[in-house]
C-alpha cells in the first residue's frame, strides 16, 4: 500500500534556483493539494486540483506552480526558490469533495539558503 | 471563509490523564470537521471526522470528539493519556462547495508525562 508518495524527503536549495516537488498517488484519487506546515502555522493550502487538467490556487499560492496532468501525479514547482519558502511540504489527496478524508504524504523538508 | 481555532500550542499531562484539546471553529454552512495526528517526522493522520449525524464521534486509538453546533465546538477527549499518545494534533474544517479544501488549526503540541 504506498498511498501518497513524495520526493525528496530533504532538499536543500541555494537562492535563485528552481526545483520540482514531486507527489504521487495510487488510490485513483481525483482531489490533491499541496501545503506547507510551518511552526505555530498550522498547514496552508498552496495549490490543489478536483481532477486532470483542473488546478486552482489556495491560500499562499505566491511562488510555486503545479500542473495535474495525469490522475496520479501532482508536482509542484518553486520557480525561484527563496528563504521564505523553507517550510515542510506536504501533498495530500482524496477521493471525494467535503467530507471525505484525505490522505497525506510523509512530507519534503525544504531549506532555501 | 472558514476558520478554526485551537486553544493552547502545548498541552501537558500525566499518563493515565484525561486529554483534553480545543477547538472552535467558524463557517457559513454546516462544517463538516476532522481531527488529525502527526508523529514526529511523519505526515498527518486522520483520527476522526464529523459529517452527519451523531455529534459523538467515536476515532482511532481511544480518542472521540463531540460537535456542538450551539457552542461552534469541535473538543478531542482520550479518558487516559497513553505515552504513545505524544504528538502534534490538529483540527481542520471543510469548506463548502463541491472543491475538497481543507482548513487547518495552528497545531496542538501534546506532551505526555510519565
Known amino acids: 500500500n504506498a498511498g501518497v508518495t513524495q520526493t525528496p524527503k530533504f532538499q536543500v536549495l541555494k537562492t535563485g534556483q528552481s526545483m520540482t516537488l514531486q507527489c504521487a498517488q495510487d488510490?485513483?484519487?481525483?482531489?490533491m493539494s499541496w501545503y506547507r506546515q510551518d511552526p505555530g502555522m498550522g498547514l496552508r493550502l498552496i495549490h490543489y486540483?478536483?481532477?486532470?487538467?483542473?488546478?486552482d490556487q489556495g491560500e499562499v499560492p505566491n511562488g510555486y506552480n503545479v500542473s495535474r496532468s495525469t490522475t496520479e501525479d501532482f508536482p509542484l514547482r518553486l520557480l525561484s526558490a527563496a528563504p521564505s519558502q523553507t517550510s515542510v511540504y506536504f501533498c495530500?489527496?482524496?477521493?471525494?469533495?467535503?467530507?471525505?478524508?484525505?490522505?497525506f504524504g510523509q512530507g519534503t523538508r525544504l531549506t532555501v539558503v | 471563509a472558514q476558520s478554526v481555532t485551537q486553544l493552547g500550542s502545548h498541552v501537558s499531562v500525566s499518563e493515565g490523564a484525561l486529554v483534553l484539546l480545543r477547538c472552535n471553529y467558524s463557517?457559513?454552512?454546516?462544517?463538516?470537521l476532522f481531527w488529525y495526528v502527526q508523529y514526529p517526522n511523519q505526515g498527518l493522520q486522520l483520527l476522526l471526522k464529523?459529517?452527519?449525524?451523531?455529534?459523538l464521534v467515536k476515532g482511532i486509538n481511544g480518542f472521540e470528539a463531540e460537535f456542538k453546533k450551539s457552542e461552534t465546538s469541535f473538543h478531542l477527549t482520550k479518558p487516559s493519556a497513553h505515552m504513545s499518545d505524544a504528538a502534534e494534533y490538529f483540527c481542520?474544517?471543510?469548506?463548502?462547495?463541491?472543491?475538497?479544501?481543507?482548513?487547518f488549526g495552528k497545531g496542538t503540541l501534546l506532551t505526555v508525562n510519565p
Open positions: 495530500a489527496s482524496s477521493d471525494g469533495p467535503r467530507g471525505t478524508e484525505a490522505f
Open positions: 488510490m485513483n484519487h481525483e482531489y
Open positions: 486540483s478536483v481532477g486532470a487538467g483542473i488546478t
Open positions: 463557517s457559513s454552512v454546516p462544517p463538516y
Open positions: 464529523y459529517t452527519t449525524g451523531a455529534t
Open positions: 481542520a474544517v471543510s469548506e463548502g462547495g463541491s472543491n475538497y479544501k481543507l482548513t
